[in-house]
């Protein structure tokens, strides 16, 4: 690594346009040899310097021959990967510890095929794909997970050594990809989880499953699982059966609730709180220094939590 | 959708990789042993018994033994101390170990690079078209391996990669073509590795023997070739001139030395005849020529009686121009050289001064005493033979007076000792007469068959003569060529019937197009030297490109054709534009002009708004483009009509 000066500052990449794609450019395209390229030159010259000694007309045409591959596929090399647009697909948020997954759509918007195009990251490759003409496709990064909070994973390559593997043609792809990362779910605490009833102040409304509550003339779009039948064959109409105790498992996951554990491990454990509610359906709220998240259900609540656990005194939120 | 590189070999690549390497290698198996040959044979055998379950696959122990066996073979069984044999024997080993090794995508490539080298040597040792042509399969063959392995799936079909490699292949030839022609020539090699062992030579060694030109003789093999410049001379006077024989112990002929004498000359009748001649190497210095010779060949020497000779043994195709007079008569005979053309062996018998001594006794002309000497084996029953009978330590009083069979060079060397008892200067003349006209090509092919052995006399008033005994024997030798195919051992030799029915006649021709490739295959293939080189440039009027000036020259033009390959490469490829967009966007860009930029955001409906509020003089147009232009990219408009109204409008269009 140099640390000195980011040498990383001066080389080209493809960075993304306002749609959040980017195009690899003739510039951005670096080629070079792979060892077996290496190999092949270190052949052509002895055969060379061998067909002149022999005076071997054969021996130079077969040399020169291959050369010419050599140096042709120099140009499709670099052409398998000119104008591949490369573009983030959704990336799922995680939990500290999993592996990232960063889907990333390549789209070749030529009429002949490219194949072989490859994405390397960290020096590993990471997927591959055979791209049809006209057609685009999905490759994929992935690195773990260590931290909770934004994970990004900066700079990747899209490389490829389609046709004759001899060279390698790459280029440098820097797109806005970033994965949130959840904490890492810790142990369950009990007393994190004892339902706290909260009376409700406007009454019990039948939103609920558990209890029942009364019953209200039928409306349309009422379930007929809860129609009160035997009521309606008793004459008395369609009325329809209200349950209540949807307040019944609200509760409050509290980072006061958690003392003597550092800032990490309460994180954790609120996470792991956080889903045993989710799983068991009940309604929470999430308390934390500076910020409180009134209790509510749903997914979209869930991920309101688990973001505010991975932001938490991160320096940054969103 | 989405894998890492699948990293085995598919079962196809596999096996069609490890065919192409066994043809790649079969050719060698001639000059390699038996031990070796079975070697690679097994690994191969293995290797393909293994097919994709490679953890069969020997592990380190076993490979270490296989090596060590391999290399045994190869030391143990070696010819000669490190030779070309050793060298490639290796290779087979290195080659047969590689295929054991062979397990994932990658070690793909170091088979495929051994390949290549494999290929190469074989043209060491043979440089046939047909040879060559398998062998561009081969590599072309190779390349597709290359292919299939560069992609992520292993392909279903083999065409794709198929297809690229002839695409690559296809472009790759017009650089080739440009490095052949043009890279600089050396003219000898950069160093001698010694590997060069002498094989097979066919053609005459310097001394001539009873039995020596009759071996020759049977051989097909293309002596030279020529290509005449005007008419091709009739065939009684396609004597090519060789080697010229004046000593004799009686037994072997040889040249003697005639370096230092007098040269001789020669009074020239007649029109001369230009011609080139294609040597195949025949590890000898003798160059042929049409009788008599008259100019020089650069890096040879003339010797006095009109031998040609090479510096050093002719050990590559061979190209010289000549200029030749059929019709002559020589002059110019030194006393020292009338001496050396009457010297006589130890072992001339009694009965052949007494035939000698009946001819002088009838005439004292020589002219006469020669035609007698003709006439003698014209009359008495000599035969004209292939295989004559073995003669031993006198053939010329056995052949002439107990075998009588014999082939030219027995009647060429025994004339010309009758003509020296008879005190007449003669010498032997060996070389070649006559020699078939492919009609393709209109040059002429001279064979082995074509050797031939004559006599020169020198008579006062003529100089020297040309006799040739055979002709006395057997005429049609010198109109026709011998007929090899139907030669049956001991047997008189047969001559080429002039209609010999269509069968043979259709291979002939057949045989005659097969020549005329060659031909073509000698001369600007493997005959491609540093002067052909030179003749090529200066048919270019571009002579004066030598040497460094020549490879900047090279590496020029390759890079032209590179650069237009690119561009070709590049042009075909493009991204497909709807030619209606195009046009819009020819638009878009003239409104840009007046500082009316489209917006990335905009669709066209708002950008003509937008336009229009800020220009509202060119409501007209811009209500018309647009609607159009959303018409033809979104609606229904479909018709040509329409789209070449769309294009005028837009062209008119000026803001």
Same mark, same amino acid.
């Given at each position: ?16 346009d306002k749609? *959040? ?19 092949f ?7 060379l ?5 022999s ?39 995680? /939990? ?11 789209e070749?918007r030529?009429n ?13 490759t990471?997927?591959g794909i055979?791209?049809?003409s006209?057609?685009?496709g999905?490759?994929?990064l992935h690195?773990?997970a260590?931290?909770?909070g934004i994970?990004?994973?900066?700079? /990747? ?24 990362v ?19 102040a ?7 499953t ?7 003339? /039928?409306?349309?779009?009422d379930?007929p699982?809860?129609i ?8 008395? *109409? ?7 105790g ?17 800032t ?22 999430l ?7 009134n ?7 869930r991920?309101?939590?688990l973001a ?9 939120s969103? | 959708?989405n ?7 598919p079962?196809r ?21 038996l031990w070796l040959v079975?070697f ?6 293995l ?17 270490l ?13 070696q ?10 024997g290796l290779?087979v ?5 590689k ?11 170091i ?11 074989q ?9 060559? @042509?398998i062998?561009?399969c ?5 390349a ?6 560069n992609?992520?799936?292993? =392909?279903?079909?083999?065409w794709?990669?198929?297809r ?8 790759a ?7 052949f ?42 002596a030279f070739?020529?290509d ?6 009739e =065939?009684?006077?396609r ?8 000593n004799?112990d ?10 230092? @004498?007098?040269a001789e000359t ?5 029109? =001369? ?6 040597l195949?190497?025949n590890?000898?210095k ?6 008599? =010779?008259?100019g020089?060949?650069?890096?040879t020497?003339?010797l006095?009686?009109?031998?040609i000779?090479?510096?050093k ?13 059929t ?10 050289k009338?001496?050396q ?50 003669l ?5 009083? %056995? ?6 069979r ?5 009647? %060429?060397t ?7 008892? %008879?005190?007449i200067?003669?010498?032997?003349v %060996? ?5 078939e006209?492919n ?12 050797a ?5 006399v020198w008579?006062?008033?003529?100089g ?6 055979t ?26 019937n ?13 045989g ?10 000698h ?6 030297t ?7 440039l200066?048919?270019f ?20 054709v ?21 046009t ?9 002009k ?24 060119l409501?007209?147009p ?5 609607k159009?232009y ?7 408009v ?18």
């Amino acid at each position: 690594m140099i640390t000195a000066i980011d040498l990383s500052r001066f080389i080209r990449r493809a960075t993304p346009d306002k749609e *959040g794609s980017a195009e690899l450019t003739a510039r951005r395209i670096y080629i070079l040899p792979t060892r077996y390229g290496f190999l092949f030159g270190m052949l052509l010259c002895a055969m060379l310097v061998g067909s002149i000694n022999s005076a071997n007309n054969l021996g130079l045409m077969l040399t020169f021959i291959l050369a010419g591959l050599g140096v042709i596929s120099i140009i499709h090399t670099w052409h398998n990967l000119l104008g591949l647009r490369i573009q983030p697909e959704q990336i799922n948020p995680i /939990f500290a510890g999993q592996e990232a997954y960063f889907p990333i759509r390549v789209e070749n918007r030529r009429n002949t095929p490219r194949p072989g195009i490859l994405l390397e990251f960290a020096g590993k490759t990471m997927s591959g794909i055979d791209l049809d003409s006209n057609k685009s496709g999905e490759l994929s990064l992935h690195l773990p997970a260590r931290r909770r909070g934004i994970l990004k994973p900066g700079r /990747f390559t899209i490389s490829t050594s389609y046709p004759i593997g001899l060279l390698r043609a790459w280029s440098y792809v820097e797109l806005d990809l970033s994965c949130l990362v959840y904490p890492e779910p810790g142990p369950s605490t009990q007393h994190l989880n004892p339902p706290s009833y909260t009376p409700s102040a406007t009454g019990d409304r039948g939103v609920g499953t558990d209890d029942f509550a009364g019953l209200r003339q /039928f409306r349309q779009g009422d379930s007929p699982r809860h129609i009160d039948w035997k009521a309606a064959a008793r004459g008395k *109409g369609l009325r329809t059966k209200l349950f209540g105790g949807d307040r019944a498992d609200q509760h409050w996951l509290d980072w006061d609730a958690l003392p003597g554990f550092d800032t990490e491990q309460r994180l954790s454990r609120l996470c792991r709180a956080v889903l045993l509610a989710c799983e068991s359906q009940d309604e929470y709220g999430l308390r934390l220094p500076g910020v409180i998240i009134n209790p509510a259900r749903g997914a979209v609540h869930r991920h309101q939590c688990l973001a505010t656990l991975a932001h938490f005194e991160m320096g940054s939120s969103e | 959708m989405n894998t890492v590189p699948h990293n085995s070999i598919p079962s196809r690549t596999l096996f069609t990789h490890i065919l192409l390497l066994g043809v790649a290698v079969a050719p060698h198996f001639q000059h390699l042993n038996l031990w070796l040959v079975s070697f690679y044979f097994v690994l191969t055998f293995l290797r393909l018994a293994v097919a994709n379950r490679i953890e069969r696959l020997p592990g380190r122990f076993l490979l270490l033994l296989l090596s060590i066996s391999g290399l045994a073979i190869v030391a143990l069984f070696q010819t000669r101390p490190v030779g070309k044999e050793t060298a490639i024997g290796l290779l087979v080993v290195v080659l047969g170990l590689k295929l054991m090794e062979l397990r994932y995508r990658r070690d793909i490539y170091i088979t495929v690079l051994i390949g290549f080298f494999i290929i190469i040597t074989q043209f060491l040792y043979y440089q046939s078209m047909l040879l060559a @042509s398998i062998m561009m399969c081969v590599t072309l063959g190779l390349a597709i391996m290359l292919v299939e392995v560069n992609y992520i799936q292993p =392909p279903k079909s083999p065409w794709p990669s198929i297809r690229k490699t002839l695409i690559l292949v296809g472009q790759a030839l017009p650089i080739m073509v440009v490095l052949f022609l043009l890279f600089p020539r050396l003219s000898g090699p950069l160093w001698n590795l010694g590997l060069d062992n002498q094989s097979a030579i066919t053609g005459f060694s310097d001394t001539i023997s009873p039995g020596s030109v009759s071996h020759l003789s049977q051989s097909h093999a293309v002596a030279f070739r020529v290509d005449f410049t005007g008419p091709i001379p009739e =065939p009684k006077k396609r004597y090519w001139r060789g080697l010229v024989l004046w000593n004799t112990d009686g037994y072997n002929w040889t040249t003697g030395k005639t370096a230092y @004498s007098q040269a001789e000359t020669y009074q020239a009748k007649g029109k =001369p005849v230009q011609y080139e001649v294609t040597l195949e190497p025949n590890h000898q210095k003798w160059l042929f020529s049409l009788d008599l =010779p008259a100019g020089h060949v650069p890096n040879t020497r003339s010797l006095p009686d009109f031998q040609i000779q090479a510096i050093k043994p002719i050990t590559a195709r061979f190209q010289y121009k000549l200029l030749s007079y059929t019709d002559y008569s020589s002059s110019g005979l030194s006393n020292a050289k009338r001496q050396q053309g009457l010297n006589l062996p130890d072992n001339i018998t009694p009965r052949m001064r007494k035939l000698v001594r009946k001819w002088q006794n009838a005439t004292t002309s020589n002219r006469e005493i020669v035609n007698k000497a003709l006439q003698h084996f014209n009359q008495e029953e000599f035969i004209y033979t292939l295989s004559p009978p073995s003669l031993g330590n006198n053939p010329a009083d %056995a052949f002439l007076f107990e075998t009588r069979r014999g082939f030219c060079e027995h009647y %060429a060397t025994s004339f010309t000792l009758l003509m020296r008892i %008879a005190g007449i200067p003669a010498r032997v003349v %060996a070389g070649y007469q006559g020699g078939e006209i492919n009609p393709h090509g209109g040059y002429l092919i001279v064979r082995q068959s074509n050797a031939h052995a004559w006599t020169e006399v020198w008579l006062e008033d003529q100089g020297w003569v040309r006799i040739d005994p055979t002709a006395a024997v057997a005429p049609e030798r010198i109109e026709r060529s011998i007929d090899l195919d139907n030669w049956a051992d001991g047997a008189p030799v047969q001559f080429q019937n002039l209609d010999p029915g269509p069968l043979k006649n259709l291979i002939r021709q057949l045989g005659f197009s097969v020549d005329f490739i060659n031909a073509r295959w000698h001369r600007w293939v493997l005959g491609y030297t540093n002067k052909r080189q030179n003749e090529m440039l200066s048919l270019f009027g571009l002579d004066f490109l030598k040497g460094s000036a020549l490879g900047i020259a090279m590496v020029a033009v390759t890079t032209l054709v590179v650069l237009i390959i690119t561009i070709g490469i590049l042009r075909s490829n493009r991204v497909y534009t709807d030619p209606v967009l195009k046009t819009y966007l020819n638009f878009c860009k003239k409104l840009a002009k007046q500082k009316l930029p489209r917006l990335s955001n905009e669709g066209p409906k708002d950008y003509a708004q937008r336009v229009i509020k800020q220009r509202p003089d060119l409501a007209e147009p811009i209500t018309k483009i647009t609607k159009l232009y959303i018409g033809l990219r979104y609606g229904q408009v479909n018709s040509p009509e329409s789209r070449i109204f769309f294009n005028r409008l837009v062209s008119q269009f000026s803001p």
